[in-house]
């Protein structure tokens, strides 16, 4: 079952960034796109829902889908990290998808700060990711 949760096209000052997310499996799976360059405004809009699976459900899975992704402003990294300090737990596995070497890099950066298991896929495997996700742990 998919259910968009939240999509937001932000404005001309924000580059062109957008996200979504959106339930999958009554909420036990999130998939978060995004796209452009993050900022600390999209995660004071985007983390509030994810929170609120994460109360509702206790863990979750998650597949962050980057397409044509710039990375983070400084203040969004710094919510970055703590949103994983503040969630490590709470991420039994994180699908990342992605088009470029540091996104594939990212997957090795977060293990440190959470407990799930990771891994990534090029976009080509989104099929692969979303299975994934859903095996018995």
Same mark, same amino acid.
């Given at each position: 079952?998919?259910?968009?949760?939240?999509?937001?096209?932000?404005? +001309?000052?924000?580059?062109?960034?957008?996200?979504?997310?959106? *339930?999958? +499996?009554?909420?036990?799976?999130? +998939?978060?796109? !995004?796209?452009?360059?993050?900022?600390?405004?999209?995660?004071?809009?985007?983390?509030?829902?994810?929170?609120?699976?994460?109360?509702? %459900?206790?863990?979750?899975?998650?597949?962050?889908?980057? %397409? @044509?992704?710039?990375?983070?402003?400084?203040?969004?990294?710094?919510?970055?990290?703590?949103?994983?300090?503040?969630?490590?737990?709470?991420?039994?596995? !994180?699908?990342?998808?992605?088009?470029?070497?540091?996104?594939?890099?990212?997957?090795?950066?977060?293990?440190?700060?959470?407990?799930?298991?990771?891994?990534?896929? @090029? %976009?080509?495997?989104? @099929?692969?990711?979303?299975?994934?996700?859903? *095996?018995?742990?």
């Amino acid at each position: 079952m998919l259910c968009q949760v939240f999509t937001r096209q932000l404005n +001309e000052k924000e580059a062109e960034m957008s996200f979504s997310v959106t *339930e999958i +499996e009554n909420g036990k799976t999130i +998939e978060l796109s !995004l796209t452009g360059k993050l900022s600390s405004e999209a995660y004071e809009e985007f983390v509030p829902v994810i929170e609120a699976q994460i109360a509702a %459900h206790g863990k979750v899975r998650m597949l962050v889908v980057m %397409h @044509d992704f710039h990375g983070w402003d400084a203040s969004a990294l710094w919510a970055d990290t703590k949103f994983a300090m503040k969630h490590f737990k709470d991420i039994e596995r !994180l699908a990342i998808v992605g088009e470029t070497k540091w996104e594939k890099g990212m997957a090795t950066f977060c293990k440190p700060f959470t407990t799930a298991s990771i891994k990534y896929f @090029d %976009h080509a495997k989104i @099929d692969d990711a979303r299975a994934w996700l859903q *095996e018995s742990a």
